[in-house]
């Protein structure tokens, strides 16, 4: 049984739109936000760069995690960003074999 969770930042560019998720499987849905299987937010504003995240092993405190940092102001997650990825790459590159 898979007890990981994912709490993790989307961006549309480097300092560009940002989303915040949690997830069990991050490699899966990050390739959802990727192709768009689902029209919502991250379609509509083309969010899809995975910039930030950080695994655990248990949902509700990721999901906890979650909601403090949508709940942050928009330059402490730029900081949170920076601060191990200050490029904004996109730490998803090369997943996919593509």
Do not use: C
């Amino acid at each position: 049984m898979n007890n990981k969770s994912y709490v993790y930042i989307l961006a549309s560019k480097k300092n560009g739109t940002l989303y915040t998720g949690v997830t069990s499987d991050l490699k899966k849905r990050i390739l959802e936000h990727k192709h768009g299987f689902y029209k919502g937010f991250t379609y509509k504003y083309n969010i899809s760069k995975l910039v930030w995240f950080v695994e655990g092993n248990d949902m509700q405190e990721a999901i906890n995690l979650e909601k403090k940092i949508k709940n942050r102001p928009r330059q402490w997650k730029v900081k949170l960003i920076e601060k191990d990825n200050p490029e904004w790459l996109d730490l998803a590159e090369g997943w996919y074999g593509v």
